[in-house]
């Protein structure tokens, strides 16, 4: 099951229904949920973490946390 | 009638809240804390239109009602409690036009609370080139709910905002979600229960660890006809709220709410590119970190001499112009010098906060926490930490003060107390005065030894913080349940308005919360070294005095002398002057340099016998295996008020009477051991240098932790444990070199 921490520069991924709740609510505030769209926009230099468009909100969070967030990659991009 | 309006200022984190809060109240805005935690209070006044006042409450930034933080938890217990005083009459919820849909959330959750929302759409200067439109009149319907489109760059909007204020009591308290669509079972069940209840209050004090005041959290847990879910359960309801609100939320901005894609993309790709590059993005980071360095370190210099000298001319000012007395005395030696310093740290503090604001209000702080936050790991730090650890490498004030960007307590805490261990530069006195008496001239690979001594104490600093921190993280037992993740917002220039006020405030809190603490103990540390008990100590004047008839100055004395009038006689036959003139004027000179040299002697035999002195001596024993005698006992003793001060101590008893620090140096070279060697010497001078590395000598610095760990407990740890540790390792250097 592809994840967030499986998105490579400039991919997007459509976030997956979810049915276990073990992502933090405020994961969810911030435009978590299914349906949306996640964006990778940079990765920090040592490869963690990583910077994301979760649907218009723009966060960094590490990569043990955007290994529980579960997509369907959507948009292959030239691999840069 | 004028009664005063409370009015809240609710928002997420980088919606320019404190913008609008600066643009309603201006400077008449007080900054405090909360009482019994360290989350900051700002208050301020703002006048209305036809003479009515608001008073208003800027909360601390959140993302919604569910609480993670202590910041979190202080609103939701504010906004449900109808009997504090700063419930509010309105609340504002403040958000940003480019975020609007998670902006809303925090809304909706406000408006359920009965309260009167307006809504303020901040930043609307940046809509035409975001490409946003917004039906305003549309939401406002929607929402049930009154509008301000408002920029504070470009100061449009607030006058809007005073006039929804002052009209609040047409705004309507509707809620906007029925709670009973979150779960149709769990709510019937939970209004049987508690029929007089409001049930979304209800709901947030089954699921939000906060302490309430008005419903008793325990009164539901004991009700026994009632059943609470368990934890994962209500965390599913949790979910499905907010899934809930935001379905309402999306149906209200795709008819009211429109983005222009094409129009958006813009800088903050391209900056990120470069400020957050493998390479680039490191050494533009380190760039930045020099000149702050530059500014904290070297800068600051300038207007801290001048402080320096203005407080040392109010002193003397003093004692020459008031009657001779106790009085006097403590007003120049002991209040005037406690609250110099105090002011001299201002500079810094200054300095540190202009940058470190014009980082936040640009943006580029986040990225800072993103690009460092792989390398704090392993310390149980994260990004946030990086920037207060750096900067304790200039002062450990202004660095502790930073620490409260940091929202996890736990790690906050570690940061604050490791960051004594930075090189401050109150250390470097003490260095370089060492480095130079010990450690031998010559090069290794090009670099002086005495160079790589230098760095090499930064690094020990700066190592032993990391190294305390990985411990910290293993010792303290702190529930902390934040998790990492940093909001990057976009790049804005910084609004000057905003980086005066952090400057001005944090000086301020520095000056009244540590300044109190700085100054009474100044004044104590004063009254030790200026008194004492022994008929040495009384008689001092006519001991010395005899004993100067009897044997002549000290030989240090004479020096001292012979070394002035040496100086100033080549300077002046540089002139020309007359052998005649000269004469007269050498002698003038000598006579006015004996005087001080008499006066120097009567005050370093003061100084010995003070409380202080007599403390130094009962301290030798202990001193003694590290290999110091007991004026540097002393020395040592007067620096755990700062450390700095311990070349003055030293020029004190040694009674050189001067503050240059070459004459200072060659006395101390002069100094003899018991058994006839250099009392500096590399061992006891490596045991010095080692001691100053570690211990906690700076009251300004436990002041501050004081201040802002709200308890004198921590404060009083980092003192015992720094300086016992700094004890044990300047023992073992000691025993080893000797």
């Known amino acids: ?80 | 009638m004028s009664k005063n309006i409370n009015v809240a200022l609710i928002g997420n984190p980088n919606t320019g809240k404190t913008s609008v809060f600066n643009q309603l109240t201006g400077l008449k805005q007080k900054v405090g804390n909360y009482p019994g935690i360290t989350v900051e209070k700002k208050e301020g006044v703002c006048k209305l239109p036809r003479g009515v006042k608001a008073h208003i409450l800027d909360l601390p930034g959140t993302y919604s009602l569910n609480t993670t933080s202590l910041d979190e938890s202080l609103v939701v217990e504010l906004l449900l409690n109808k009997n504090d005083k700063d419930y509010p009459d309105v609340a504002v919820v403040i958000s940003d036009v480019e975020n609007l849909k998670r902006n809303l959330l925090l809304f909706t959750q406000i408006k359920d609370l009965k309260i009167p929302t307006i809504l303020v759409v901040n930043m609307a200067d940046r809509m035409d080139r975001k490409g946003i439109s917004l039906d305003v009149e549309a939401m406002e319907k929607k929402f049930d709910t009154k509008i301000a489109l408002v920029s504070t760059r470009k100061n449009t909007g607030i006058e809007r905002i005073k006039e929804l204020i002052a009209d609040y009591k047409s705004i309507s308290s509707r809620p906007i979600l029925d709670p009973t669509r979150i779960s149709p079972e769990y709510f019937d069940r939970l209004k049987k229960t508690f029929p007089q209840e409001d049930l979304y209050k209800l709901w947030l004090v089954i699921t939000q660890d906060v302490n309430f005041m008005p419903i008793e959290k325990k009164r539901i847990q004991d009700a026994t006809d009632f059943s609470t879910k368990s934890k994962d359960d209500l965390k599913k309801l949790q979910h499905k709220e907010t899934v809930l609100r935001y379905q309402l939320i999306n149906n209200i901005l795709k008819e009211t709410y429109k983005v222009d894609f094409m129009a958006a993309k813009g800088l903050r790709a391209s900056l990120d590119k470069i400020l957050t590059h493998k390479i680039f993005g490191y050494l533009i980071f380190f760039a930045i970190l020099l000149l702050i360095f530059q500014a904290i370190f070297d800068w600051s210099g300038y207007p801290m001499d001048f402080i320096d000298e203005q407080f040392a001319m109010a002193a003397e000012w003093i004692k020459n112009t008031l009657p001779p007395g106790v009085f006097t005395d403590l007003l120049a030696e002991g209040i005037i010098a406690g609250i110099g310093g105090i002011v001299i740290f201002i500079p810094q503090i200054a300095f540190l906060f202009l940058f470190i604001s014009l980082l936040e209000e640009s943006g580029y702080m986040s990225r800072v926490v993103f690009l460092m936050d792989r390398l704090m790991r392993p310390f149980g730090l994260s990004g946030k930490s990086v920037v207060p650890l750096i900067s304790g490498n200039a002062c450990a004030i202004p660095a502790i003060m930073a620490t409260r960007t940091i929202e996890n307590w736990k790690e906050r805490l570690i940061t604050i107390l490791v960051t004594p261990f930075t090189t401050c530069s109150a250390r470097l006195p003490v260095y370089l005065i060492l480095i130079a008496l010990v450690i031998p001239e010559g090069t290794v690979l090009g670099l002086s030894y005495q160079a790589l001594t230098l760095m090499l104490l930064y690094l020990i600093g700066f190592g032993m913080a990391l190294l305390s921190a990985m411990v910290l993280n293993k010792i303290l037992k702190i529930k902390s349940r934040s998790i990492f993740m940093v909001e990057m917002p976009t790049y804005r220039l910084p609004l000057l308005k905003n980086v005066v006020y952090t400057v001005i405030e944090k000086t301020k809190s520095f000056v009244l919360g540590a300044g109190k603490i700085i100054l009474a103990i100044s004044i104590v540390l004063w009254f030790l070294g200026s008194n004492g008990y022994s008929e040495d100590f009384q008689d001092a004047d006519r001991i010395v005095t005899e004993r100067i008839e009897n044997e002549g100055l000290s030989i240090y004395s004479k020096n001292y002398i012979q070394n002035n009038v040496a100086s100033y006689r080549e300077s002046v036959e540089a002139e020309g002057m007359s052998p005649s003139a000269l004469q007269d004027s050498i002698q003038v000179l000598t006579t006015e340099l004996s005087e001080r040299a008499v006066a120097q002697e009567i005050a370093s035999y003061k100084l010995k016998h003070s409380y202080i002195g007599q403390a130094g001596k009962a301290f030798e024993p202990i001193v003694k295996p590290l290999g110091y005698d007991w004026k540097i006992g002393i020395a040592v003793l007067t620096s755990f008020a700062a450390r700095e001060v311990f070349v003055g101590t030293l020029a004190t008893i040694y009674s050189v009477g001067s503050d240059e620090e070459e004459t200072i140096k060659n006395r101390m070279a002069a100094e003899l051991d018991d058994s006839g060697k250099p009392l500096f010497n590399l061992a006891s001078g490596i045991s010095l240098m080692l001691f100053y590395a570690f211990a906690m000598q700076c009251m300004s610095t436990l002041a501050i932790v004081k201040r802002e760990t709200n308890s004198w407990k921590w404060p009083m740890i980092q003192l015992g444990f720094m300086s016992v540790f700094a004890y044990i390792i300047a023992l073992i250097a000691y025993q080893i070199l000797i």
């Open chain 1, 1 to 80: 099951m592809a994840t967030v921490a499986d998105l490579r520069y400039g991919q997007k991924g459509i976030i997956k229904d979810f049915t276990e709740h073990i992502l933090p609510i405020k994961l969810l505030e911030l435009g978590c949920l299914p349906g949306n769209s996640v964006e990778l926009l940079q990765i920090a230099p040592l490869n963690d973490p990583i910077y994301i468009n979760l649907s218009g909100s723009h966060l960094a969070i590490r990569r043990s946390l955007a290994e529980l967030i579960e997509l369907e990659i959507i948009e292959e991009t030239q691999a840069k």
